[in-house]
């Protein structure tokens, strides 16, 4: 099993730009997280979908931030206009239920200039 | 709603020492608790998990974790340290729902004195 795969895991670019992350969750996993780990905020959960619906979106910090989940393979988060304090570590994380927790992706390092 | 309180942001213990890290929870009803390692420059990765059962569960790399009901604690430990354990290490507590959603804590950073 690859496990979650994040991409990019890297990503440079300039402010007013539009960044898409994306998340491939491991096969059979039927729910989806969106974190943001800054130094100063530490873990924010962004959104999570369950059976590729949006459950909760409150995390979401501002309109310029959406989420998707068009399948149960694919997830895509995208900010636009980017702005500098976007500037964080992106996690997407998947789980076949509660009692498992989480597999975490190895992140997309996001830096807005 | 539920939460979790790691007190302590940062320790330092020596190699071969004992370690302890603190996790307190609230959750109105049985929750389900898990600790997670993060290395630097990686995701989270599970170290352990509790639901129900014995209160004294094991986990990879050598870490054990103890539940106790009366003081909504679940405090990770492992008799000796090595130097590939510095890390930050998240408590979660989960609901019992099917999004699986989870709630962390702030984080604890070990370091590892040689």
């Known amino acids: 099993d690859a496990g979650v795969i994040q991409s990019p895991r890297h990503e440079v670019t300039e402010m007013g730009q539009e960044v898409t992350l994306r998340c491939k969750p491991i096969s059979g996993h039927n729910s989806l997280f969106w974190y943001r780990q800054t130094m100063m905020r530490g873990l924010e959960l962004l959104i999570y979908f369950n059976n590729n619906v949006p459950i909760d979106d409150s995390g979401m910090p501002e309109d310029r931030f959406s989420a998707k989940m068009p399948n149960a393979s694919f997830s895509t988060l995208k900010i636009q206009p980017s702005e500098p304090r976007d500037s964080a570590v992106y996690f997407c994380a998947s789980t076949p239920g509660q009692y498992y927790g989480y597999t975490f992706g190895s992140g997309t390092r996001l830096t807005v200039v | 709603a539920q939460s979790v309180t790691q007190p302590d942001i940062h320790i330092t213990v020596s190699e071969g020492a004992s370690l302890e890290l603190r996790c307190n929870y609230s959750?109105?009803?049985?929750?389900?608790l898990f600790w997670y390692v993060q290395s630097p420059g990686q995701g989270l990765q599970l170290l352990l998990k509790?639901?129900?059962?014995?209160?004294l569960v094991q986990g990879i790399k050598g870490f054990e974790a103890e539940f106790k009901r009366s003081q909504s604690s679940f405090n990770l430990r492992k008799p000796s340290v090595h130097w590939s354990d510095a890390a930050e290490y998240f408590c979660?507590?989960?609901?019992?729902?099917?999004?699986?959603?989870?709630?962390f804590g702030d984080g604890t950073t070990l370091t590892v004195k040689p």
């Open positions: 979660a507590v989960g609901a019992v729902t099917n999004a699986g959603k989870s709630t």
């Open positions: 959750y109105g009803a049985t929750p389900y």
């Open positions: 509790y639901f129900s059962g014995d209160t």
